[in-house]
């Protein structure tokens, strides 16, 4: 964070201390984190050994390679607006129980209801 006095401030001494003041603890990160982007701030907590790791977005999501390949993303068919990628419907490695539709158009939705509630 570029800030070596935090460690030798007697605020912040003790677990105890930094509980205490915790508010300004995440205050003084939130600055710091809010000047980087989440690689910059990434590959400065991973070159010191600190844990960290980024929360991604949907759009996050959507652009990692890593989400497809894994199989976390999938593409389906919808019959009313065509193709669209989507969450995979079961954990990656496992296999889903059927696979993702689409939504079903609103005429085929009252055949089945119909056919269901009036026999």
């Known amino acids: 964070m570029g800030r070596p006095e935090l460690t030798s401030d007697p605020r912040f001494v003790t677990l105890a201390d930094r509980a205490a003041r915790a508010d300004e603890i995440n205050g003084v990160v939130a600055a710091w984190t809010a000047s980087l982007t989440a690689e910059e701030i ?6 010191h050994d600190v844990p960290v790791g980024t929360a991604y ?7 990692d390679p890593h989400m497809t390949a894994r199989g976390d ?3 389906i068919d919808d ?3 065509g193709p669209v990628r989507q969450q995979a419907r079961s954990p ?3 296999a889903p129980d059927a ?3 689409g939504a079903p158009g609103s005429a085929s939705t009252t055949v ?3 056919a269901t509630w009036w026999g």
């Open 92 to 94: 990656a490695g496992q």
């Open 79 to 81: 019959p009313v607006i």
């Open 99 to 101: 696979g993702p539709t």
């Open 57 to 63: 977005s949907a759009a996050d999501i959507f652009a």
């Open 73 to 75: 993303l999938v593409s």
């Open 112 to 114: 089945r209801c119909g």
């Open 42 to 47: 990434t590959a400065r907590c991973v070159e």
